[in-house]
């Protein structure tokens, strides 16, 4: 027993651009795995900073927001947001803005 398809549907799963994708889609949940793995250890160690020190590194800050907007440019390419594939295919490394200036904390 054949089940109908249309012929768009047989057109589609013999595209390679589709299958491409998808393997590009796989990949990047993989890696957006490890990049979300790394934005809670920063949030843990900058924590940890501002229970030792004046308050969270600058550093530490520039790197969270970072990997923050390329989990973001990996999150618009795997729900067809957006054509444009993350770092380092079509994108460059998303730069951190204002990171000069970390959140203070707040004292009661």
Do not use: C
Request: aromatic share 12%.
């Amino acid at each position: 027993m054949e089940l109908p398809v249309s012929e768009e549907t047989k057109k589609n799963l013999m595209a390679k651009g589709t299958w491409t994708r998808g393997l590009y889609m796989l990949l990047f949940i993989v890696v957006n795995a490890f990049v979300r793995l790394a934005i809670q250890l920063i949030a843990l160690v900058q924590f940890l900073l501002s229970l030792m020190t004046s308050g969270p590194n600058p550093k530490l800050v520039e790197l969270g927001q970072s990997l923050s907007k390329f989990a973001f440019q990996i999150m618009m390419f795997v729900t067809y947001n957006t054509d444009s594939k993350p770092y380092p295919f079509d994108e460059v490394w998303p730069v951190a803005e204002n990171a000069a200036t970390p959140a203070k904390v707040v004292e009661k």
